[in-house]
């Protein structure tokens, strides 16, 4: 019972098109990982953007 109603939080949360919704998610998080990676290598202060994938 709480997975159902766990499952129809998300789904309520993600909207009309939660497969569209997800990958464009996944397509932030892959971006900002990028930009994680440049950041490390330049000594970069990279908190916000970790901040930013552990909310998504």
Do not use: C, F
């Not at 993600?14 to 994680?36: H, M, R, S, Y």
């Amino acid at each position: 019972m709480k997975y159902e109603a766990i499952s129809n939080e998300v789904m309520n949360m993600l909207g009309e098109n939660p497969a569209t919704e997800l990958e464009d998610i996944n397509q932030e998080i892959a971006d900002l990982q990028k930009d994680i990676l440049v950041g490390v290598k330049a000594h970069w202060d990279v908190t916000e953007l970790a901040e930013r994938v552990h909310e998504l």
